[in-house]
């Protein structure tokens, strides 16, 4: 009875709640409203609250008649996940395009991606809910492109340069421009790596320099460490930059560095 705006509106509160309440896709969603489901009417009880919902339940059986369609989430990672810290090259951001990227990697992400969004335009694939896009990085000092950088910084960068290849190969699969334009709004950026700085794993290995960054004035700078199994932790705004008052909130975190420089290239993941 709802209009496709009034639908969509619907569906965009729902949705907004359930994220509220820790659940993020639809599947997970599903499973919890059918599991206290099962919980009530094994209980006996005469009804049943889910997020969001509210369903009561008769003593008498109830037989479906036509059962509805199901539809099946499908998760799918742009780079198989041995190649994810192999995307970009040392201290690039993607702002140059193709170039900044390593070419085994990029080729294999825009195949992806092509066929991803050509699955959609055939009707193969029903719809596209969600675009998760991680990206981190090493604790090694920026250099090159990368210099003034934060490592947050480059991360974020980093992030918005898949998004625009994302867009890039949507349009050119032919996706209709209703589905483009809300792809920004499907799009979920996490830069932050697991250290909460855009980095993840231990400072870099000995000889090599180690430290971290702060703001500085309207930019960031470097600050040598002191104690190399001593990670130090910088808040970070959503776009990777240290905060004002970075330099005051620094939590360290002690952890091991690892003895292979190769060893490190697994903290520079990238996917989505």
């Known amino acids: 009875m709802l209009s496709d705006a009034d639908k969509g509106k619907v569906y965009d509160d729902f949705f907004k709640l359930a994220i509220k309440r820790g659940y993020n896709t639809q599947e997970a969603l599903e499973k919890v409203i059918q599991d206290h489901f099962k919980s009530k009417k094994k209980s006996d009880s005469p009804s049943m609250v889910g997020p969001g919902v509210t369903i009561f339940l008769t003593r008498e059986e109830v037989t479906e008649s036509a059962p509805g369609q199901v539809y099946k989430s499908e998760k799918t990672y742009i780079l198989d996940q041995e190649k994810e810290s192999e995307v970009f090259k040392p201290n690039k951001t993607g702002v140059n395009g193709e170039e900044d990227f390593l070419a085994g990697s990029f080729k294999q992400m825009v195949d992806n ?43 974020y960068a980093r992030a918005i340069s898949m998004s625009k290849v994302i867009e890039a190969m949507a349009i050119k699969a032919g996706v209709d421009d209703d589905l483009v334009v809300q792809l ?16 993840s794993g231990p400072n870099a290995p000995d000889p090599i320099k180690f430290g971290y960054y702060v703001k500085g004035g309207n930019n960031v ?52």
């Open 113 to 155: 991606l092509g066929s991803i969004f050509q699955r959609y335009v055939a009707g193969e694939i029903d719809s596209i809910k969600k675009i998760n896009i991680y990206t981190s990085a090493d604790r090694y000092r920026n250099t090159g492109d990368a210099e003034s950088l934060s490592w947050g910084q480059l991360a």
């Open 184 to 199: 920004p709004k499907l799009t979920s950026i996490y830069s932050k790596g697991s250290n909460g700085d855009g980095t």
């Open 221 to 272: 700078k470097w600050v040598d460490g002191t104690k190399r199994d001593e990670v130090m932790i910088v808040p970070i705004d959503e776009q990777g930059t240290p905060t004002k008052d970075s330099a005051e909130g620094i939590k360290p975190k002690i952890e091991a560095t690892l003895s292979d420089v190769k060893q490190y290239n697994q903290f520079r993941f990238n996917n989505e």
